[in-house]
């Protein structure tokens, strides 16, 4: 931990001066020159010496660029997209938005790393994102949406890294996962030492400790058990801990009355993440200017404050029937035709909790194996798999009809 602690501040401190990298990035002072009254902290990214903000701009759901610009203008400083983010219609708007001020801001993009895929189409894509971002270079560029070791073992991603690094194109490199064998793919890379960041989905539903408060109540189990070992495990080692999928679906409408100014569901849960000390920051999809602002109110708190734990026990209760923990893949392999469940429920969760329909089909569109096969299934052997006692073969097929 002091080894790591003494490198973070010495990149801190000595990055720009000793030149070390091919590019520098933002000054902390730079970096937070746009403050006005919303971003309270930033936080040293592991072993980078970027300082973010705690909380930072995710573009999945954003393709206006004044909201971004927005964004900006309050001190956020770090912007997480990704090439396949509304078919680049995201890179662009934060391209447009943010021309004129790279050097006070951190860009953060994203490809998808298969087995078989070459460092060519690797430096392709991340050439399309830079033009479309409208800049040279970005921060961190990750190995997006991990679902298996296996992506992590292709040479021609570490060769592609490798030379766009020397030629000025990426500064860092990350991973970043939210379903599917997650645990085993964080295992990999923090023992490796094979990123500088992962960008991972945690929030309070996914804590055994807060779960444990609620077992008189509901019939809950943690799914993941090592995740919170494995999130003090890559901060130890200096790798850069970014939360993400951190509002369990944001569908606030069951708890709309328990709300109030100062106190509504989002600031509580980015509380209650930000109060994990292994722990950077976080992203969020944010989609309009008084979405931020209430986002950003959450801005430097460590602790959930006052009745914000009745309110995260009150959420959980309202999802809890078809609210699918991505990461937990337990019941992935009772299926005989292969459904990836997780992430067929994922992509419904965009439906039925963000209430983006359109992006939800373009997702499931993508996905290898839909769940086609569940409308017909007469096996059920899905049923009774889920630990969160969910009705899996209801979901899936509702799903198809739905996104199909």
């Known amino acids: 931990m002091k080894k790591a602690f003494e490198r973070r501040e010495f990149l801190k401190g000595g990055l720009a001066t000793l030149g070390l990298g091919v590019l520098a990035g933002p000054s902390e002072s730079l970096a937070q020159a746009n403050v006005q009254d919303r971003v309270q902290r930033y936080v040293p990214l592991g072993r980078t010496g970027m300082r973010i903000s705690d909380i930072s701009f995710g573009s999945s759901q954003t393709t206006d660029p ?14 997480d997209t990704a090439e396949g983010y509304n078919e680049g219609l995201s890179e662009e708007a934060i391209g447009q938005a943010l021309s004129g001020s790279r050097d006070q801001i951190y860009l953060a993009s994203k490809v998808k790393c298969m087995p078989e895929t070459t460092q060519s189409e690797l ?17 961190v560029y990750f190995n997006h949406a991990v679902n298996s070791v ?28 939210h379903s599917g064998r997650l645990g085993e793919c964080l295992e990999y890379v923090i023992t490796h030492d094979a990123v500088d960041v992962v960008l991972v989905s945690y929030n309070y539903g996914q804590d055994p400790g807060f779960l444990k408060s609620l077992m008189k109540d509901f019939d809950l189990i943690s799914v993941q058990p090592n995740l919170l070992q494995q999130l003090a495990k890559a901060h130890e080692k200096g790798i850069g801990v970014i939360a ?28 209650w993440v930000l109060s994990n000390p292994n722990v950077d920051g976080l992203i969020v999809s944010m989609k309009s200017p008084e979405q931020v602002d209430e986002y950003l109110e959450a801005s430097g708190s460590r602790t959930p404050r006052g009745a914000a734990l009745p309110l995260l026990h009150q959420y959980l209760a309202s999802e809890q029937s078809d609210y699918c923990n991505h990461g937990c893949e337990i019941c992935h392999d009772s299926c005989p035709n292969g459904v990836a469940i997780n992430e067929v429920l994922r992509t419904r969760m965009y439906a039925t909790h963000y209430g983006n329909l359109d992006y939800a089909r373009k997702d499931y569109a993508r996905l290898e194996s839909g769940a086609s096969a569940c409308s017909s299934c007469s096996h ?15 979901l899936t097929r509702s799903a198809h009809k739905m996104l199909s």
């Open 66 to 79: 004044a909201v971004v610009r927005h964004a900006f203008e309050q001190g956020v400083n770090y912007f």
């Open 123 to 139: 430096m392709k894509s991340l050439e399309g994102s830079l033009s479309r971002l409208r800049t040279d270079y970005v921060d």
């Open 150 to 177: 296996d992506r992590l073992k292709n040479d021609e991603w570490y060769e592609f890294v490798s030379k766009a690094k020397a030629q000025g194109k990426l500064r860092f490199t990350g991973m970043s996962g």
């Open 244 to 271: 993400m999928k951190t509002l369990r679906g944001a569908r606030r409408h069951d708890i709309a009355a328990f709300e109030k100014p100062g106190l509504t569901f989002p600031q509580a849960a980015f509380s």
């Open 380 to 394: 059920q052997s899905c049923l009774g798999q889920c630990p969160s006692g969910l009705s899996v073969a209801q």
